[in-house]
C-alpha cells in the first residue's frame, strides 16, 4: 500500500539570464519512511518546494535519483509515479465544482463513472466537505478549499502524499485543528507523507522524521525528539526552540575559546531553588525586559555583553537582579567557527 | 459652491451625451419620417414603415444579414480554434524558439490591418477568392492581438493548477479542453463580443474584396445602396442604416456586461 520514498543525492541548478546559473539543492539525500510523515522543514528560499517538486516530477532534477519503493522513477512521468500533491495556493480547478475536482484525476486515470462518484464521496466524507460538493471553488472558505485540495489529492489512493505548506494560507486557530486532522487521516490511510513547512511547531507536532534544510542542502535529520535534544549545529539549535546561544565564558564551563555555548530558555532554573553543582552555568543577570505569555514569562537577562533568555514561572517574584542556573547535561557546545556541534 | 460645480459637471456630461446620442437619434427618427418630411425637417410628423419597404424591395436584405451572419460566426469560431491553443502554447508550453514567437507576435500586433491589406488582396485574387465569403474570414483568423490577449490570460491563471492537472493525468489536450478553457470563459466571451462586433461593422477590407451584391454584408449593402440611390433618398437610407446596427443593439441589450468587456478591448486593439 505505501512506500518509502528515497532521495539520493539530489542536486538542482536553474539556469538564470546571460549563463549565470544558481545552484539551489545541493547533494540533498534523504528517505521517508513507509508510512511515515516527513517534514521539511527550513527557511523561505531555502528550496523545500524545489525538492518537493522534484519528488512529484513537476520539475527536473540537475544531479542524483529519486526511488519510491524499489523503483526509480527519476524519469517517469509525473502521473505514473503514484504520487500525490496539495498545494500552498490549492491549485482547484476554478470552472469545476467540488465534486468534480475531486473526481477528475480518477476520470483521467479511467475509472468508471459510478465508481468514481463513490471514491470521490469517500474523499470528501474524510475531509467533511460532502455536504459542499455541488459548489465551485470560488464559493468555500480558505479551509474548505484546502480540505478540496487534499480530497483529490487521496481520490488516487496514493502511495505518497506531498504537502507543499498546505496550511500556510489558513487562520491559526484552523491551523491547529488541521495539523490534528492531516495526522489523523494519514494514520488512518497509510500512505508516506512528505510534508513541507516552514512551521517549526508544525514540524515537532506533526511529524514521525524531521529533515531540517539550510541554504539547499540537509543540516540534519532525525526523530523530532532528536534534532530538538541534539542539534548538530547552531543553526538547527537556534532555528527549533530558539536556543540561547553565546560565546562560552571560559571561567565558568572550562570550554576553551572558539566554542559557541547553548541553552535552551527553559532548562534555567532560578538559582536559590536548585544546589549548585560543578560544570553548571551560572549566570547572573538584571532583567531588561519581561514577556508573559500566560503561565510562564520570558525574562531577557543582561550578563555582561550577552542577552539571555530564561523561561520561568510566571509566579516566580521578579527581581531586577536575578541568578539563573542551567544544568551541566542541558549545556550545547557548539564550534563557533563553523556552528558544529562539539561532543561535551 | 459645490452645487454649482455639481451642475457645471452635469451639464457639461449632459451636452456630451447629446453629441454621441444625436447622431443614432437623428438615424432613429428620420428611418420612420417620409424623406419628403425629413428635407423640411418635420421629424415624425407623420410616422410611417415606407421607409422600410422601399428598402425591402430594392435590397436583397435575407442574403445581407444570412452573410454577415455567416462571416461573423465563421470568424469567431475559427479564431478560437486558432488562437486559443497558439496563446496556450506561447503562454504555458516550452519549445525551442517559443522566445521567438513571443517577440515576432509582439510585431504583429504593431502592424496595422491597412498595410497588409494590398498583400492580402493580390493573393486572394491569385487563388480566385475574391468576390466570396472566404474572403471576408480567412484575412482576421488568427489576429496577433487575440493571441495575445488570450496569452495574457492564460499567464495569470495559477500555475499550481497546471502543476495540479499533470500529476492528475491530464495531457495538453486534456489540460487545454476541460481545464483551460471552462477557467477561461470571460475571456473567451470578450473576444467574441470583440471579434463578432468588428467583423459585423468591418467595411474597410469587404469594400476592398467585393464588387458585387452577392457575398455582400450589411455595411456594404448600406453604402452600396446609399450610392446607388438618389442622393436625396433620406429615408430609405436611415431605415437601412438602422436595419444594419438592430441585431447588435438587440445582443447589447440582453449581454451589456460581456458587451462593455468586449468593447473595451477594442479600444486596447487600436
Ligand atoms: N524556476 C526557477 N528559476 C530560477 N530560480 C528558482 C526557480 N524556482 C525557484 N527558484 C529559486 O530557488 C530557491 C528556492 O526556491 P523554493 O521555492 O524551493 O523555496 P522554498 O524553500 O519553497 O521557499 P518558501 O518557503 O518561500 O516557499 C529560491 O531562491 C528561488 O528564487
Ligand atoms: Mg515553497
Known amino acids: 500500500m505505501s512506500a518509502p520514498v528515497h532521495i539520493r543525492a539530489v542536486e538542482k541548478t536553474f539556469e538564470g539570464a546571460k549563463r549565470a546559473s544558481t545552484r539551489i539543492l545541493n547533494e540533498v539525500t534523504l528517505t521517508a519512511p513507509a508510512g511515515q510523515i516527513t517534514t521539511i522543514l527550513g527557511e523561505s528560499g531555502c528550496g523545500k518546494t524545489t525538492l518537493l517538486r522534484i519528488v ?72 467533511h466537505i460532502d455536504h459542499v460538493m455541488d459548489r465551485l471553488p470560488a464559493q468555500l472558505s480558505g479551509g474548505q478549499r484546502q480540505r478540496v485540495g ?31 486532522e492531516l495526522v ?12 513541507v513547512t516552514h512551521d517549526q511547531t508544525e514540524a515537532m507536532t506533526m511529524s514521525d522524521r524531521v529533515v531540517v534544510m539550510r541554504g539547499g542542502h540537509i543540516e ?42 547553548g541553552v535552551r530558555p527553559e532548562h534555567f532554573l532560578p538559582a536559590d531553588r536548585v544546589a549548585a553543582e560543578p560544570g553548571d552555568l551560572r549566570i547572573e543577570g538584571r532583567v531588561e525586559f519581561a514577556e508573559l505569555l500566560g503561565t510562564d514569562r520570558i525574562l531577557h537577562l543582561r550578563a555582561g555583553n550577552t542577552l539571555w533568555r530564561a523561561r520561568v514561572d510566571a509566579a516566580l517574584p521578579l527581581h531586577e537582579e536575578i541568578t539563573m542556573v542551567a544544568r551541566a547535561a542541558n549545556l550545547h557546545r557548539f564550534d563557533t567557527e563553523s556552528g558544529v556541534r562539539v561532543a561535551a | 459652491m459645490r452645487v454649482l460645480g455639481q451642475i457645471v459637471r452635469h451639464l457639461l456630461l449632459a451636452l456630451g451625451g447629446v453629441y454621441m446620442l444625436a447622431p443614432i437619434i437623428l438615424m432613429l427618427a428620420s428611418a420612420f419620417t417620409p424623406t419628403a418630411d425629413i428635407l423640411a425637417g418635420r421629424y415624425l410628423a407623420h410616422p410611417t414603415l415606407e421607409n422600410f419597404q422601399t428598402v425591402a424591395q430594392q435590397v436583397p436584405l435575407g442574403t445581407y444579414y444570412l452573410n454577415s ?16 491553443p497558439a496563446a496556450f502554447a506561447m503562454a504555458r508550453l516550452r519549445y525551442r524558439g517559443r522566445n521567438i514567437t513571443v517577440w515576432l507576435l509582439g510585431l504583429l500586433i504593431l502592424i496595422p490591418f491597412q498595410v497588409l491589406a494590398i498583400p492580402i488582396y493580390l493573393i486572394f485574387r491569385q487563388v480566385g477568392l475574391i468576390n466570396t465569403l472566404p474572403a471576408l474570414i480567412l ?22 493548477m497546471f502543476d495540479a492537472a499533470t500529476l492528475d493525468g491530464a495531457g495538453t489536450l486534456a489540460t487545454l479542453i476541460q481545464i483551460v478553457i471552462p477557467a477561461s470563459r470571460p475571456a473567451l466571451l470578450s473576444l467574441g463580443v470583440f471579434t463578432i462586433t468588428s467583423a459585423w461593422n468591418a467595411y474597410f477590407w469587404p469594400s476592398f474584396v467585393l464588387s458585387d451584391s452577392s457575398s455582400a454584408t450589411i455595411p456594404f449593402g448600406v453604402v452600396q445602396f446609399i450610392n446607388s440611390d438618389a442622393v436625396t433618398a433620406y429615408g430609405p437610407q436611415m431605415a437601412m442604416a438602422t436595419l444594419s446596427v ?25
Open chain 1, 150 to 180: 487534499i480530497a483529490r489529492a487521496l481520490a488516487r489512493d496514493p502511495e505518497i502524499l506531498l504537502m507543499d505548506e498546505p496550511l500556510s494560507n489558513l487562520d491559526a486557530q484552523l491551523r491547529i485543528e488541521m495539523r490534528a
Open chain 1, 56 to 127: 512529484a516530477g513537476l520539475e527536473s532534477a540537475t544531479g542524483g535519483s529519486v526511488h519510491i519503493g524499489e523503483r526509480d522513477v527519476t524519469s517517469v512521468h509525473p502521473s505514473r509515479r503514484g504520487v500525490a500533491m496539495v498545494f500552498q495556493n490549492y491549485g482547484l480547478y476554478p470552472a469545476k465544482t467540488v465534486g468534480k475536482n475531486i473526481e477528475f484525476p480518477l476520470k483521467m486515470a479511467g475509472v468508471p463513472i459510478a465508481q468514481r462518484h463513490t471514491r470521490s464521496l469517500a474523499a470528501a466524507r474524510l475531509l
Open chain 2, 246 to 270: 438592430l441585431p447588435l443593439l438587440i445582443a447589447f441589450l440582453f449581454a451589456q456586461r460581456q458587451f462593455i468587456r468586449g468593447l473595451a478591448l477594442a479600444g486596447q486593439a487600436g
Open chain 1, 220 to 261: 540534519q535529520q532525525g526523530t523530532p525528539e532528536e534534532v530538538f535534544r541534539v542539534p548538530e549545529t547552531t543553526y538547527v539549535a537556534a532555528f527549533l526552540g530558539n536556543m540561547n546561544l553565546a560565546p562560552a565564558p571560559a571561567s565558568e564551563t572550562g570550554a576553551g575559546a572558539g566554542i559557541t555555548l
Open chain 2, 69 to 84: 451572419l455567416i462571416v461573423c460566426l465563421a470568424t469567431f469560431a475559427l479564431q478560437l480554434l486558432v488562437c486559443v
Open chain 2, 139 to 160: 484575412p482576421f483568423v488568427g489576429s496577433a492581438f487575440a493571441i495575445f490577449l488570450l496569452r495574457q490570460f492564460f499567464l495569470a491563471l495559477p500555475g499550481s
Open chain 1, 184 to 195: 489523523a487521516m494519514q494514520r488512518r490511510i497509510g500512505s508516506t507523507m512528505l510534508y
